[in-house]
């Protein structure tokens, strides 16, 4: 009778015990090839015998194998190609598995995704940008090729949008203003590429947490570093040589780092081309840096502190010129951003800052230097009041110091009859520190009174502080969007935006105290399309009035000391007004492309003149055709097409010789009346991607100006004006590039 029970009790320690002795556990890890990234719900069969194991969370699985022989592992996820491993038994260790993508698609991570419904935004996939010919890579240089943006020349290094002056643009980093975006020479962005998560390109019509330009914004949102080990990405091609790494800093990875540098050898490479260096004379240089950590502190929404850095010099000489040109410029930055989490889904953004600013300009016996130091603070709290109304005000403050010295010719002294033979001879001195300080107030909301319909107000109240200067404003600004039809959206913008003049033309010394704020009154229309075929296109028309710009003067004022030159004036005044087009196609895994076109006209003039002059950037047409296809084996080839009308210059019709100056005086024509030949240049870039196991290969070519197009940047005439002589633009240029991922 007692038997039963304990029979029971040995049948189920035996169930429950150890597994048979001719079967043990295989454990692994599936990810994926390159990136070696888990793929959690991969699958991992033994074939033959139905044993089947889902990965977990970190790619991991355990799956029961026969203790001896030799068996088939199959590994497979959806998205990536199958594979098969042949496993002798018994094995000890963990099983790797690294599957590749079954397709050759484009990355889905978005550039210039919407913060709020800003009148011009563009959404570009991470692969579009990073692989336009003749970008090498930076997706930052796309912006270069977008409706609206004329070419700033090899020499610009800045956007020039919708008829203003590059350095009218904004460029933006985290929500804080740096100098510059771009290297000299049409260089690479002064940011890695693989730090940046996120660009917003405004041309016209932006919000009013942005201030201080007169012209379009172009603000870069930097990422959060991966966590999950340590990254290495090194990349070399003809113009530098860049290393950027992240990982975590603590062992669960919730704090991270990134860190990059950057170092440009084209200066050395073109050296080692004598003519076709002293053909075109530029020899650039520069570097960058950025480094990045991201914490958790409670109560916020996490926190982060960011340095960096660029530095640059440009020479230009060597040719049969009157004068040498020189060019320099750094500057260095560090950010602290935090968000607190307030009640009701508020939030409140918190961004000090710190910056060191160089810049000097030189050409001839003349210069000017600048150093500024600065310190600034940036607040903004966002509130959802209700499901139809969202809101948001800020504060924008900054302190600057700025150093200057200025070297140049003397002018002749005012209401006294010049003496030539020591005007030329004379350099003027002058330094002098000033204090500067910067204040704004500025709110905006957006109001939804139906799902179809978006309005979103704003002000924003400026206040400059220069020496003893005050200058202020207030600028209202107004957006519209209504989704019209599901195919549809239409959209309009309004503004007014002001900046303060550069601190020289403002100082005792070199400028006029007395100078206002340049004012830029800006309107702009259009419409989105959502068409067949993957196919998306933007119409829009701008107009853009400037006025109370700053120009020379050789006006004489009448102040305590009796006579002065004025030096500067508000006096300039332009307009701006055209049509933009971007049509825009991508075929994921296989194509795209899209057509940029601008039609335009920019013009400058005097206050109180009749007589209206071309702007030195007015381009009529400005084309850009672009296309790029996946062929076979991981291999990308695509081209790049730029059309722009000529800049205009002014023509001399001949000179005088002044033997008290000794030298020519010119006869200048009509301002402007005369343009450079129409540029045009074609691109081609050739990609193929290798993926290994533990790491990836990309290898490009860049074949800039494949037909060799002598484009003509500007004209230099000789010394007495009857020979003109062109400078030109990059010659044929082919740049090899290889990128490896670890």
């Given at each position: 009778m007692m038997l039963g029970p304990a029979f029971l009790v040995l049948w189920i320690f035996a169930q429950s015990g150890p597994a048979p002795a001719g079967v043990r556990d295989l454990s692994g890890v599936v990810r994926e090839a390159g990136t070696r990234a888990p793929i959690p719900g991969a699958s991992v069969v033994v074939v033959g015998t139905g044993a089947s194991a889902e990965c977990r969370t970190d790619g991991s699985f355990s799956i029961a194998a026969p203790a001896s022989g030799v068996i088939m592992l199959r590994a497979a996820a959806a998205g990536f190609e199958t594979v098969d491993r042949e496993i002798a038994l018994p094995h000890h260790g963990r099983?790797?598995?690294?599957?590749?993508?079954?397709?050759?698609?484009?990355?889905?991570?978005?550039?210039?995704?919407?913060?709020?419904?800003?009148?011009?935004?563009?959404?570009?996939?991470a692969e579009e940008v990073r692989g336009i010919p003749g970008t090498l890579g930076d997706p930052l240089r796309s912006v270069q090729n977008l409706p609206g943006v004329a070419r700033a020349g090899y020499l610009g290094g800045a956007i020039a949008v919708r008829g203003s002056n590059p350095t009218d643009t904004g460029f933006y980093v985290d929500g804080r203003s740096i100098p510059v975006l771009?290297?000299?020479?049409?260089?690479?962005?002064?940011?890695?590429s693989d730090l940046i998560d996120h660009l917003r390109f405004m041309p016209g019509g932006f919000p009013p947490e942005y201030g201080r330009t007169t012209s379009g914004v172009i603000e870069v949102r930097s990422r959060k570093g991966q966590g999950d080990r340590l990254h290495v990405t090194a990349k070399a091609d003809v113009f530098d040589l860049s290393v950027f790494s992240e990982g975590p800093i603590t062992a669960d990875g919730t704090s991270t780092f990134m860190a990059g540098i950057r170092r440009s050898h084209l200066d050395a490479l073109l050296s080692a081309f004598s003519d076709e260096a002293a053909r075109f004379s530029v020899l650039p240089r520069y570097y960058d840096y950025q480094l990045k950590a991201d914490f958790p502190i409670p109560g916020t929404r996490g926190a982060s502190v960011f340095a960096m850095g660029s530095d640059d010099e440009v020479a230009v000489g060597g040719l049969p010129l009157r004068q040498q040109l020189a060019f320099s410029s750094d500057f260095h930055r560090l950010f602290f951003d935090t968000t607190l989490n307030l009640p009701k889904g508020a939030a409140l953004s918190l961004k000090p800052s710190i910056g060191y600013d160089y810049a000097r300009n030189a050409r001839d016996v003349s210069a000017v230097s600048a150093v500024t130091l600065m310190t600034g603070?940036?607040?903004?709290?966002?509130?959802?009041?209700?499901?139809?109304?969202?809101?948001?005000?800020?504060?924008?403050?900054?302190?600057?110091?700025?150093?200057?010295?200025?070297?140049?010719?003397?002018?002749?002294?005012?209401?006294?009859?010049?003496?030539?033979?020591?005007?030329?001879?004379?350099?003027?001195?002058?330094?002098?520190?000033?204090?500067?300080?910067?204040?704004?107030?500025?709110?905006?909301?957006?109001f939804r009174p139906m799902p179809s319909v978006s309005l979103i107000p704003g002000v924003r109240l400026d206040g400059y502080w220069f020496e003893d200067v005050y200058l202020g404003g207030v600028d209202p600004r107004f957006q519209a969007r209504w989704r019209a039809v599901s195919w549809m959206t239409l959209k309009a913008a309004w503004g007014v935006y002001r900046a303060m003049p550069q601190p020289v033309e403002l100082s005792k010394e070199a400028g006029n105290p007395a100078l206002g704020l340049e004012r830029s009154d800006q309107v702009g229309?259009?419409?989105?399309?959502?068409?067949p075929w993957g196919i998306e296109a933007d119409v829009q028309v701008f107009n853009k009035w400037l006025d109370d710009i700053v120009v020379r003067s050789n006006d004489a004022v009448e102040t305590g000391g009796g006579l002065s030159r004025q030096r500067y004036s508000n006096e300039g005044t332009g307009r701006s007004y055209g049509l933009e087009v971007f049509v825009h196609h991508r075929s994921p895994g296989k194509s795209f492309g899209w057509v940029a076109y601008t039609l335009s006209k920019s013009e400058r003039g005097q206050s109180g003149g009749e007589d209206m002059y071309p702007f030195w950037l007015d381009q009529t047409h400005v084309l850009n055709v672009i296309f790029s296809r996946h062929v076979a084996w991981g291999v990308f080839a695509g081209f790049r097409f730029r059309l722009t009308t000529g800049n205009p210059y002014t023509p001399a019709s001949?000179?005088?010789?002044?033997?008290?100056?000794?030298?020519?005086?010119?006869?200048?024509?009509?301002?402007?009346?005369?343009?450079l030949p129409t540029y045009h240049q074609l691109d081609l870039r050739l990609e193929k991607s290798f993926v290994f196991d533990r790491w990836l290969l990309n290898m490009y070519v860049d074949l800039m100006n494949v037909y060799n197009q002598r484009n003509y940047e500007y004209y230099m005439y000789d010394y007495d004006y009857t020979h003109i002589v062109p400078i030109e633009g990059l010659p044929f240029l082919p740049s090899l590039g290889v990128i490896g991922r670890f």
């Open positions: 099983l790797d598995f690294f599957l590749r993508r079954a397709g050759e698609g484009f990355e889905t991570v978005v550039s210039g995704k919407r913060k709020k419904e800003d009148q011009f935004e563009k959404n570009l996939a771009y290297h000299f020479a049409d260089g690479p962005t002064v940011l890695n603070f940036l607040a903004e709290v966002e509130v959802p009041a209700t499901d139809w109304l969202d809101v948001a005000a800020g504060l924008d403050v900054s302190v600057k110091r700025y150093d200057f010295r200025l070297v140049s010719k003397r002018d002749p002294d005012v209401g006294l009859f010049p003496t030539p033979a020591d005007i030329y001879a004379v350099r003027l001195e002058q330094e002098g520190i000033a204090w500067g300080r910067d204040g704004a107030l500025y709110t905006r909301g957006e229309a259009g419409a989105e399309f959502s068409l001949g000179s005088l010789f002044d033997a008290d100056a000794n030298r020519y005086s010119p006869f200048w024509g009509d301002r402007r009346s005369e343009r």
